[in-house]
């Protein structure tokens, strides 16, 4: 089967860091896009960042110079930098894997709650 396990969410304080990652079961693992999304209580889901089987990596606006993703191919895993976190980051973060015949599948999402 093909899985993915988040780990890392946790409650902090505004301008604190969390590092999530999201250890994937399954082949091919270095040839898959991966990313993460958030949904907040009363929002749409929303992509946060995403990572190519090449490297090449994309943020969301809200974002962009305080999270970094990154892959370790060789453990399978993607991870989700996360810096300067604000109240506004807060929500459940899922990873998510994408795989050929464009076939995605998602991780069971982590909380992550930062406080004023």
């Known amino acids: 089967q093909v899985q993915l396990v988040e780990s890392g969410g946790g409650l902090v304080q505004a301008g604190e860091s969390l590092r999530l990652s999201c250890a994937a079961s399954g082949s091919m693992f270095r040839l898959d896009a991966m990313g993460w999304y958030r949904q907040a209580i009363g929002k749409q889901r929303e992509l946060v960042a995403s990572i190519t089987s090449g490297g090449g990596t994309n943020y969301a606006d809200s974002v962009k110079g305080r999270f970094t993703i990154s892959r370790d191919n060789a453990k399978n895993t993607v991870y989700l930098q996360m810096d300067s976190l604000k109240p506004e980051d807060t929500g459940v973060y899922y990873c998510?894997?994408?795989?050929?015949?464009?076939?995605?599948?998602w991780g069971q999402g982590t909380q992550v709650t930062v406080s004023s």
């Open positions: 998510y894997r994408d795989r050929y015949a464009s076939i995605r599948y």
